[in-house]
């Protein structure tokens, strides 16, 4: 039963995210790898948010 609950949950939850994909283990491992790259080491004081642009959406939605 839980599978089934899943199985209906995710497609929905794919039209809400703006990319219209569930997120990867490896969106967060690229993430974890440019903060500990010497790319990243200008880089101070921010979040890295991973998360499809659910954040931004959310932020648009309280500026109106």
Same mark, same amino acid.
Request: charged letters at 20%; proline letters at 3%; glycine letters at 10%.
């Given at each position: 039963? +839980? $599978?089934? *609950? /899943?199985?209906?949950?995710?497609?929905?939850?794919?039209?809400? *995210?703006? +990319?219209? $994909?569930?997120?990867?283990?490896?969106?967060? =491992?690229?993430? =974890? !790898?440019?903060? @500990?790259?010497?790319?990243?080491?200008? /880089? =101070?004081?921010?979040?890295? /948010?991973?998360?499809?642009?659910?954040?931004?959406? !959310?932020?648009? @939605?309280? =500026?109106?």
């Amino acid at each position: 039963q +839980m $599978r089934s *609950v /899943v199985g209906e949950f995710l497609p929905q939850l794919e039209k809400e *995210v703006p +990319m219209k $994909r569930i997120g990867k283990t490896t969106d967060i =491992a690229h993430g =974890a !790898l440019f903060l @500990a790259s010497d790319e990243s080491t200008y /880089v =101070a004081g921010t979040d890295l /948010v991973i998360d499809g642009g659910w954040s931004s959406q !959310l932020g648009s @939605a309280s =500026a109106h």
